[in-house]
């Protein structure tokens, strides 16, 4: 089973709202990934959790901000966003011990009015 | 730095029919791992394929195989037999392995399958 769940699939949201994307697996995986991805370009790497910990941060704006409240969950709050943030945010997982091969959800469609 | 170049931003093949995507990569270490990755219409990101680099056989999955020639950087994905559902944007994408997590992106190949 090689499923990464992320909710909503669809977020409008002005300017001034607080809203949150979550992410879920249950593979056992111990390294958990943010992408921001605009049309037709490759993912772009936000964050990275390793055990729980941030471990890597691509210098994103702090209106981003991600939380692994444990090892199956990945959160990421978004607040003040601007109208270039709209694009598909993509989770990913991968175990930490052997191969780093990544398994992407299905992605939140971000709007930002 | 680590790079890898997907040289055909757009293709097409007919309904059953062999296409090959091109990618090459560059990087100075010896132990590193290559993607292919597919995404269709719908977003969802698949893994197609993985490569190790230490591994001389090239990987097959079912109608997808790659053609892996690490002395020369390259790592293309033939698809066999394509189907109207492989219509999707093919990412290349190498890795090394460690602690490394960072997947290095070419910038995709937009493939059409036509009936």
């Known amino acids: 089973d090689t499923e990464v769940t992320q909710t909503p699939k669809h977020l409008v949201m002005g300017m001034t709202n607080k809203k949150s994307l979550k992410c879920e697996q249950h593979m056992g995986h111990r390294a958990m990934y943010w992408y921001k991805q605009k049309a037709k370009k490759p993912p772009e790497l936000m964050f990275v959790y390793s055990y729980e910990k941030l471990s890597i941060n691509e210098s994103v704006p702090s209106r981003f901000s991600p939380e692994c409240p444990n090892s199956s969950l990945l959160n990421l709050h978004l607040h003040a966003l601007q109208p270039e943030d709209s694009a598909l945010y993509l989770c990913a997982s991968s175990r930490s011990d052997s191969g780093p091969t990544q398994y992407f959800g299905p992605g939140t469609r971000l709007t930002v009015l | 730095a680590q790079t890898v170049t997907q040289s055909q931003p757009e293709m097409s093949v007919q309904e059953a029919e062999t296409v090959t995507l091109s990618c090459t990569y560059d990087t100075s270490e010896s132990n590193y791992y290559l993607f292919w990755y597919k995404q269709p219409p719908s977003r969802q990101m698949i893994l197609v394929i993985r490569?190790?680099?230490?591994k001389q056989q090239n990987a097959t999955e079912n109608r997808f195989s790659v053609n892996f020639q690490k002395a020369a950087k390259s790592f293309s994905l033939k698809i066999s037999d394509s189907q109207l559902g492989d219509t999707a944007m093919y990412f290349c994408a190498s890795v090394n392995a460690g602690n490394n997590r960072k997947l290095i992106w070419g910038l995709g190949t937009s493939l059409g399958v036509n009936p």
């Open positions: 490569q190790e680099a230490y």
